[in-house]
């Protein structure tokens, strides 16, 4: 009987105050693949970019652990996702993030030769990615 290859789907953000555009974000990048494993941004690293959580990183770990579509949550020490890809070695990576870091993504995806799906945020709007 022939074992079928499993598919690695990596996404990242801070996701905190959970909402239904997270799930759906999630739900989609665990479609695309067999095993979703998510990024989680630190409050030190939230802090730098954004704003200090309001869930503390802890709590945000338990919270999306408990998503049935979620199957492994990762920290994730820096803004641009590289040392998390090059460990975890993803076959897809799944971003919704602004243009800023969105362009950082696809410099690190193409490095590691991986497809990448994802949206970016600008004031205008949503611009889409596909694969390949």
Same mark, same amino acid.
């Given at each position: 009987?022939?074992?079928? $290859?499993?598919?690695?789907?990596? %996404?990242?953000?801070?996701?905190? @105050? ?5 799930? /759906?974000?999630?739900?989609? #990048? ?9 990024? @989680? ?11 200090? *959580?309001?869930? *503390?990183?802890? /709590? ?5 652990? #408990? ?16 040392? =998390?890809? $090059?460990?975890?070695? *993803? ?5 919704? %993030? ?10 690190? #995806?193409? @490095? @590691? =030769?991986? *497809? ?10 949503? %611009? ?5």
């Amino acid at each position: 009987m022939e074992q079928k $290859k499993e598919t690695v789907v990596y %996404t990242y953000g801070v996701f905190d @105050l959970l909402h239904v555009g997270h799930l /759906q974000l999630l739900q989609e #990048a665990k479609a695309l693949g067999t095993k979703l494993i998510v990024g @989680l941004f630190t409050d030190e690293v939230s802090k730098g970019f954004k704003r200090q *959580p309001i869930i *503390p990183l802890d /709590q945000r770990i338990e919270m999306l652990k #408990a998503l049935r579509f979620v199957d492994e949550v990762v920290s994730q020490d820096e803004l641009a996702p590289d040392t =998390n890809l $090059k460990k975890y070695k *993803p076959d897809i990576v799944r971003f919704q %993030t602004p243009m800023s870091l969105g362009v950082h993504a696809i410099l690190v #995806a193409r @490095l @590691l =030769n991986l *497809p990448l799906i994802g949206t970016f945020h600008t004031f205008f709007g949503n %611009t889409y990615l596909s694969r390949k």
